[in-house]
């Protein structure tokens, strides 16, 4: 049967071919229209975002507009000095051609977004995709109704549609979606999905970026300003509800700091959210029903040492913290994302580093010391996608540093000009003069040892500090 997304993708491949996409005056004019989306459509925004998971409007302008805002300005910024040929260093032979690299479009390329910030996961991409040059089919999520109804609706009246299309599609639908030819897709989501993605990419040869979560462990030396420490995990996990796929997952410090931490994140948590979190208007709620029984699930691990309570009816799970958890417990089989905090007990940074080195890497490893001599072990003797030395999440507000897994937490990266570069095929072009022929039949037959000598000569690659003996 034909597949129902052939039609479109057939449309959009004759736009890229056309060439329409890739003048820099046109792609300047589409990302200024998106600019104009998110302006004028900021408090539509908020709004569906607060209907779908009661996103506190703060944190909704700050992840979802802010951001977005950031990333438009940087390739606006920049973009022409990212289009420019970029000029290569050539060898003997080649001293009178030219060589460089052309920056090109992919071109027809799948954007699929992500329920948990579904503004800014499905737009920044996007961004890096218009700046490169490219056609783009954009799939948000389908949990995030109101979300993807907004996408839907309104940012089509923005973009060119010949070359930029919005499309609505759960699971059996993108699964037809992926059946098609696509020069590039870039996916957030989970690693489960992830795999799926991928596979169907593999029957085009079909390049991908994977932005996929995991369980990023956060390290609390003895060492530090426990005030402070409990302040910032506490709004790294609880922000969003803790639905952030760079959220600190589990705590490692000793049994002497996890008692000092215990009192502390109970007054932060006060402090931020009142005595009843479920009143205060800067607490979110889990997306879906399947998503609140899952969560609801790994409060049986470990100990319930704050919050814990909860309410179906409206999605409801307290910031809580958990102790006295076992790394056979499910909490720590799958990555958390809720308001819930691990933390588990290691005698010393040597047993933390060897616990976090044993499992999948994970997207971001946080560590926190007054010693940055501390700090920088973990940073060394770890690996993870991105690292933040005494705070969490603020790594991803800079569009300067380049934002993405490695191993089970994805692959690929982005945010600022990593996006331009992951949209983009670095194409080596050299061009030779026409004539001066008599030096290239240097290379050609019949050979001889003379001929190795002076081709020796044209193209080697010097080690430096090598002196050569005229």
């Known amino acids: 049967s034909e597949n129902p997304y052939a039609g479109l993708v057939g449309r959009l ?61 940087e390739a606006l910024n920049n973009l022409s000095q990212w289009v420019k040929d970029e000029q290569a260093d050539k060898n003997l032979a080649t001293q009178l051609d030219s060589a ?58 923005y973009l060119d549609n010949d070359c930029f299309a919005v499309v609505t599609a759960g699971v059996e639908e993108t699964t037809r979606l992926l059946e098609n030819k696509f020069d590039y897709i870039f996916f957030t989501g989970s690693p489960r999905v992830g795999r799926m993605v991928m596979m169907a990419a593999a029957k085009h040869l079909t390049p991908v970026t994977l932005e996929l979560g ?19 995990v506490a709004w790294g996990r609880f922000f969003n509800a803790g639905q952030t796929c760079i959220a600190p997952d589990y705590v490692l410090c000793s049994v002497e700091m996890r ?51 909860t309410d179906e009816r409206e999605r409801y799970i307290a910031p809580t913290v958990l102790v006295d958890v076992q790394p056979s417990d499910p909490a720590m089989q799958e990555e958390i994302f809720g308001p819930i905090l691990l933390i588990i007990t290691v005698a010393s940074m040597d047993e933390a580093i060897d616990f976090i080195n044993s499992r999948e890497r994970p997207l971001v490893v946080y560590a926190f010391s007054s010693n940055s001599k501390v700090v920088n072990q973990v940073l060394e003797r770890t690996s993870s996608g991105g690292f933040c030395g005494n705070d969490t999440l603020m790594h991803v507000t800079l569009t300067s540093l380049p934002f993405g897994g490695i191993g089970s937490s994805g692959l690929g990266m982005y ?11 670095h194409r080596g072009c050299l061009q030779r003069g026409a004539g001066l022929e008599p030096i290239n039949t240097l290379r050609y037959p019949p050979y001889g040892a003379h001929k190795m000598g002076l081709v020796r000569t044209a193209t080697t690659v010097k080690r430096r500090g090598d002196c050569a003996l005229l």
């Not at 920056?103 to 961004?127: E, H, Q, R, S």
């Not at 607490?283 to 049986?300: E, T």
Request: proline letters at 6%.
């Open 259 to 309: 008692d000092k931490l215990v009192p502390a994140l109970r007054e932060a948590i006060t402090e931020f959210y009142g005595s009843e979190p479920r009143n205060s208007p800067d607490f979110a709620r889990i997306v879906g029903d399947k998503q609140f029984q899952r969560v609801r699930a790994l409060l049986s691990s470990g100990r319930v040492a704050i919050g814990g309570q």
């Open 100 to 157: 460089f690299i052309r920056k090109d479009p992919y071109g027809v390329v799948l954007i699929i977004g992500a329920w948990n910030y579904p503004i800014y996961i499905l737009l920044a991409p996007l961004i890096g995709a218009i700046a490169a040059g490219n056609c783009v089919i954009l799939k948000p999520s389908e949990v995030t109704k109101n979300s993807e109804n907004l996408v839907v609706e309104a940012l089509p009246r």
């Open 214 to 232: 995991g369980k990023n462990p956060c390290y609390v030396s003895d060492s530090c300003d426990v005030q402070n420490v409990a302040r910032r």
């Open 13 to 73: 491949r004759a736009a890229w071919l056309s060439g329409k996409t890739r003048p820099l005056e046109y792609r300047v004019a589409q990302l200024e229209a998106l600019g104009r989306f998110l302006g004028e459509k900021q408090q539509d925004i908020l709004e569906a975002t607060a209907l779908d998971m009661r996103k506190p409007p703060f944190e909704a302008e700050f992840s979802e507009v802010l951001l977005c805002k950031n990333e438009l300005n």
């Open 415 to 425: 945010h600022g000009r990593f996006t331009f570069d992951t949209f983009t095929h």
